[in-house]
């Protein structure tokens, strides 16, 4: 059996960070509303990422560190970029050709907290 950890897009913007072991199930409930307060409210909503784990704990552990993840991080894994990716990874200072003070959000308003 798979577990799926994945990005949801809301209407407003905000992001959805979560895992299940029934991929196609779940996003039909998100689509629906009612079975997640968050994107209930923020629908209609759309999968920009997916990836399957052997295991629910792997697929929990992706989730929790995508989800603590600043927005520019989480759009670069949803192309597939994985040069910015890499660029978002390493903290401001690190990032060639970044000023020293630049940072990126990371407040759950703007990546939508609480999922």
């Not at 079975?35 to 909503?45: E, G, L, N, Q």
């Not at 520019?72 to 970044?98: C, H, I, T, V």
């Amino acid at each position: 059996m798979a577990f799926w950890c994945y990005i949801l897009r809301c209407a407003d913007g905000k992001y959805y960070t979560g895992h299940t072991d029934d991929l196609d199930r779940r996003i039909a409930e998100h689509h629906v509303g009612g079975y997640c307060s968050f994107t209930t409210k923020r629908r209609p909503i759309e999968l920009i990422w997916a990836d399957s784990f052997p295991s629910r704990y792997e697929a929990l552990d992706a989730e929790l560190k995508v989800k603590k993840w600043s927005r520019a991080k989480k759009e670069a894994l949803a192309a597939a970029d994985w040069e910015r990716l890499s660029y978002f990874a390493k903290p401001p200072g690190e990032r060639e050709g970044a000023p020293p003070c630049e940072r990126v959000s990371t407040s759950l308003d703007t990546n939508g907290g609480g999922g």
